[in-house]
């Protein structure tokens, strides 16, 4: 296995309320304006849903320490 | 393949092959709703064209009168490429088919229509808002799976032999386990995506639904320009566990228990933070199919389908830390499958926690939990496309029981043996579909 695994049990733990319906709320009017989306207030309730989902995936994968020196791009070797 | 057999010998015409094929569609499709478009008279006047070239002693190609339909997210010449979505109607017309459209055209076969998914290849359900839902062939009411519901379920119902899709987290592998047909989901890279409706770049394959093994393979052989002919040892076969059992049915198990037994020295493994890779896929193709769409919500987000409209959005307002952080993650998880392929060939999982769900179903009840059903059908196929791996659903029918598929999963490039190992299993009678009723 690759060394460079650390579970960060702490940012585990949160993964079933990684955040709040009320943050989410919150995040939806800061970011809709940044991204130049006009949303229909009849969109907001789905999107928050999918907002706390999507974080709470994002916890998961933040809740691991890949090494500093490993990037995504592709390498090429001579 | 049995039909490009009989059109090259002459044995039955193309023509009369391709009324047959249009009268089954026509009988069957009102109901399992696979179709989006059926080109009655394109496919008639090229399987006639087939037959006079025959007569006149030109050679045909290896698929030869063979009927074809494709993901309503190929480029078709003369069509609007919809992808499901009804808000793109009014776009152009593609002006060429797509690649592979065009390297199964050319050895012959024939077009007869594009197939029903998820709304822009968002979902695994296949219940389009705008098209309706497909149905599967196993059991009307229920899905057929996505978001190549309409590929899956046509081979299934034998309306065609070979379909195309796509599979970003499972959208080949998801639905051939729900119809019970075989879906080869090959390296990420290995076939040509020119003229397909992008939906997750990093992440996005083609693919393709056969009835067996050999069509399949013949499938392969001419859209990746292979030969996949000859042994190739395929000698050392794990079964993944973790991840890959924890959340699946006791049928699930039995489908791949079954397959293990059967083969010889069969081993378990581990592919370590699987259940994280599947949390990683979630966060690009959120991120990766929001951006794409971003424009276009601005604009027509009301035309959107609702739970597709939602996702994207969500998805464009992901930080970018998460992204970046998703993708070394997927670094560091490609490097650990790698390592597990210095002493495995060929890897066994269930492709779907549980047979085909009903339509309408939201939830299902796995070791005494209750989870979302959509959202969890890909939770075994997501962590093998989220570093491209090869991977060939085979069929598998216990006994009374729906279909479910069995994911035979290669190291990249690994496609000949997979294809070796599931001729193996069909041959063992392990594995195939099995004719419905209804549509024999």
């Known amino acids: ?78 | 393949m049995e039909i490009a057999k009989d059109v090259l010998s002459g044995a039955r015409n193309a023509t009369e092959t391709m009324r047959d094929t249009l009268h089954r569609i026509t009988q069957h499709d009102a109901e399992l709703k696979c179709f989006r478009d059926v080109f009655q008279q394109g496919a008639l006047d090229a399987a006639a064209s087939l037959d006079k070239r025959r007569k006149t002693g030109q050679k045909l190609g290896r698929l030869a009168g063979v009927p074809f339909a494709v993901k309503d997210l190929y480029d078709v010449a003369g069509l609007v490429t919809l992808a499901g979505a009804a808000s793109r109607r009014s776009e152009p017309p593609a002006q060429v088919d797509a690649a592979l459209v065009r390297a199964l055209k050319a050895e012959d076969a024939v077009l007869v229509g594009t197939l029903n998914m998820d709304e822009f290849a968002y979902g695994f359900s296949t219940e389009n808002q705008h098209f309706g839902t497909t149905r599967n062939p196993h059991d009307l009411a229920r899905i057929a799976g996505g978001s190549s519901g309409g590929s899956a379920a046509a081979v299934a119902a034998g309306l065609v032999p070979l379909a195309l899709g796509s599979d970003t987290n499972g959208s080949v592998r998801v639905p051939a386990s729900l119809c019970g047909v075989y879906g080869l989901k090959p390296t990420y890279g290995r076939l040509s995506l020119e003229g397909v409706m992008p939906f997750v770049p990093s992440l996005d394959h083609a693919g393709v639904f056969a009835g067996t093994v050999e069509d399949l393979r013949l499938a392969w052989d001419v859209l990746a320009g292979t030969e996949t002919d000859g042994p190739v040892a395929a000698a050392r076969l794990g079964t993944l566990q973790g991840w890959f059992r924890e959340t699946a049915t006791a049928e699930a198990l039995a489908a791949v228990d079954g397959v293990a037994e059967a083969l010889d020295a069969v081993r378990p493994a581990l592919l370590p933070e699987a259940g994280r890779a599947r949390s990683a896929a979630f966060c690009i193709t959120a991120a990766e199919a929001g951006a794409l769409h971003l424009d276009r919500l601005r604009r027509q987000a009301s035309e959107y389908d609702i739970a597709t409209r939602d996702r994207l959005i969500a998805g464009a307002m992901l930080p970018a830390q998460v992204l970046v952080q998703s993708q070394r993650f997927r670094r560091w998880f490609r490097n650990a499958a790698s390592i597990l392929f210095d002493e495995f060939d060929v890897l066994l999982a269930p492709a779907t926690p549980c047979t085909a769900p009903e339509i309408g179903q939201n939830d299902i009840t796995i070791g005494g939990k209750s989870i979302p059903v959509r959202a969890n059908l890909g939770i075994f196929t997501q962590p093998l496309s989220f570093i491209g791996l090869p991977v060939i659903t085979i069929p598998v029918f216990l006994p009374g029981a729906l279909p479910l598929g069995v994911q035979l999963i290669g190291p990249p490039g690994g496609e000949a043996m997979l294809f070796q190992l599931a001729q193996q299993l069909e041959q063992m009678g392990l594995c195939g579909p099995q004719p419905i009723e209804r549509y024999a």
């Open chain 1, 1 to 78: 296995m690759p060394s460079s695994s650390t579970h960060l049990a702490s940012r585990r733990q949160r993964i079933p309320d990684a955040i709040s319906k009320a943050e989410a709320e919150a995040y939806l009017s800061i970011m809709a304006p940044l991204l130049e989306l006009s949303l229909d207030p009849a969109y907001h309730a789905g999107v928050i849903a999918n907002l706390r989902v999507l974080l709470a995936h994002a916890a998961i994968v933040n809740g691991f320490e890949v090494a500093f020196d490993l990037a995504p791009a592709p390498e090429f070797t001579p």
